[in-house]
Antibody
Framework: QVQLQESGPGLVKPSQTLSLTCSVS??????????LTWIRQRPGQGLEWIGH???????DRHPSLKSRLTISIDRSQNQFSLRLSSVTAADTAVYYC???????????????WGQGTTVTVSS | DVVMTQSPLSLSVTPGEPASISCRSS???????????LDWYVQKPGQSPQLLIY???NRASGVPDRFSGSGSDTDFTLKISRVEADDVGVYYC?????????FGQGTNVEIK
């Protein structure tokens, strides 16, 4: 079965770029029928959808982050990535990667999640 | 963006008793295929969120039948027929009709 694992630095300085990777195991990343998604949770807050990438590289990003956010897919490494530039303390959060499954009969929810990685923005 | 509003925000339930969480969306989640693009997730303490219900009323794999989702258009409900101690956590609804996906504020379920 598909498993996801986030990785990246736990501490990023303000104004720098946050880079995270989600490694996919147990399944090919290039399969259609899945949106590879990033979600974050600020301390003590709810869930915030950041964006997703489809197997063909098509991306959708949260409008509030669009100017700073890049989501990409690396089929050779079976992973997808997030890059968020010009970070501030407001970007401190637990970042999750997830798989949102889609079929011909509709979306099937985010059925696989990574364990989450904590990113702190501080000097 | 579609605004998702949950109620109540906190719920204390006696084991064995039922529980119900309401979720309302600022616009219809009914797609032209007749399906409602509304999911339910639970985040248990210290864990990642996990999928409970997709497309309004379909239980995800491995989810006990104590959990059920209902509703259509803009009004949805998650019901737990008999709450167990393991059901403690924060429950979120999420609209999957459009991007950005948006979540409700979360409902914190505790056990009495």
């Amino acid at each position: 079965q598909v498993q996801l694992q986030e990785s990246g630095p736990g501490l990023v300085k303000p104004s720098q770029t946050l880079s995270l990777t989600c490694s996919v195991s147990g399944g090919a990343i290039h399969n259609d029928g899945q949106y590879l998604t990033w979600i974050r949770q600020r301390p003590g807050q709810g869930l915030e959808w950041i964006g997703h990438v489809y197997y063909d590289g098509y991306t959708d990003r949260h409008p509030s982050l669009k100017s700073r956010l890049t989501i990409s897919i690396d089929r050779s490494q079976n992973q997808f990535s997030l890059r968020l530039s010009s970070v501030t303390a407001a970007d401190t959060a637990v970042y999750y990667c997830a798989r949102e499954k889609t079929t011909s009969s509709g979306l099937r929810g985010m059925d696989v999640w990574g364990q989450g990685t904590t990113v702190t923005v501080s000097s | 963006d579609v605004v998702m509003t949950q109620s109540p925000l906190s719920l204390s339930v006696t084991p064995g008793e039922p529980a119900s969480i309401s979720c309302r969306s600022s616009q219809s989640l009914l797609y032209r295929n007749g399906k409602n693009y509304l999911d339910w997730y639970v985040q248990k303490p210290g864990q990642s969120p996990q999928l409970l219900i997709y497309l309004g009323s379909n239980r995800a794999s491995g989810v006990p039948d104590r959990f059920s989702g209902s509703g259509s258009d803009t009004d949805f409900t998650l019901k737990i027929s008999r709450v167990e101690a393991d059901d403690v956590g924060v429950y979120y609804c999420m609209q999957a009709l459009e991007t950005p996906r948006t979540f409700g504020q979360g409902t914190n379920v505790e056990i009495k």
